[in-house]
């Protein structure tokens, strides 16, 4: 998606988001309780520093506060307003004093500065406007040793199961809810794209945890910076 549509795109979404995603990640395909798995994955966060990148409406929060500790923080960054104003309300209802929220392209992170102990995204870099460029900018604020956890999808159109028979139904829905523009949705580009991203990728991490989900669609990459 191009940068300069996620506002619209999102800022309309945002109203309906986490709904949208109980119902069709969670109940329908059983897939949200991996945001929790793949957190986990990051180990011990006690009094860690984390950026979050493309925190949305915040359910990454509730799990990164209870690792970090009162001695650790939490930044989260998202370029939709709509999304940066429901990641607030659940800061202010939560009470979260370790967190900040911030306005800012992924791959550009202006103002943000290392070291990070840990950085996260999750549903996010695939729709990114520069994968690549998001994916150094990321390692640039991690610090040697710190680890990078990515939850995204490989593919928009799964192989095989009910999603690859009911994508020529559910695409048009993504694309008129302003989730996913139609150059997300073109599979081809979006697995080149993933591709091209990991062979840039594999030489400065040290992958730590790696596997799949959702009849492979999904994936789940947790490395440690070299």
């Known amino acids: 998606m191009q940068l300069k549509d996620v506002p619209s795109h999102y800022d309309r979404a945002a ?9 069709l990640f969670d109940r329908l395909l059983h897939i949200e309780q991996e ?26 929060l509730p799990f990164l506060v209870s690792k ?25 209802s939560e009470g979260y004093a ?16 290392g070291d990070f102990d840990a950085v996260i995204s999750v549903w996010c870099l695939g729709i990114v406007h520069d994968l690549q460029a998001a994916l150094a900018r990321a390692l640039e604020l991690l610090r040697p040793g710190g680890k990078l956890a ?27 809810s302003g989730i996913d523009s139609r150059e997300d949705l073109d599979a081809e580009r979006y697995e080149a794209r993933w591709r091209d991203a990991r062979a840039w990728l594999d030489p400065r991490i040290d992958v730590l945890h790696e596997q799949r989900y959702l009849a ?8 440690e910076k070299r």
């Open 68 to 92: 970090v500790g009162p001695s650790g923080s939490v930044l989260g960054v998202d370029y939709s307003e709509g999304m940066l104003a429901r990641a607030s309300a659940r800061v202010e």
């Open 15 to 23: 109203r309906w988001y986490d709904a949208g995603r109980s119902i």
């Open 216 to 223: 492979d669609t999904g994936f789940i990459l947790v490395g």
């Open 150 to 176: 990515i939850m995204d999808f490989r593919s928009v159109r799964p192989d095989r199961g009910p999603l690859n028979w009911f994508f020529p139904l559910y695409a048009p829905l993504l694309r008129a």
């Open 35 to 60: 945001r929790e798995h793949t957190i986990d994955l990051l180990g011990d966060l006690s009094g860690a520093r984390v950026l979050d990148v493309g925190v949305g409406t915040g359910a990454n």
């Open 98 to 113: 370790n967190v900040e929220l911030r306005r800012g392209d992924a791959v550009v992170l202006e103002g943000v500065e």
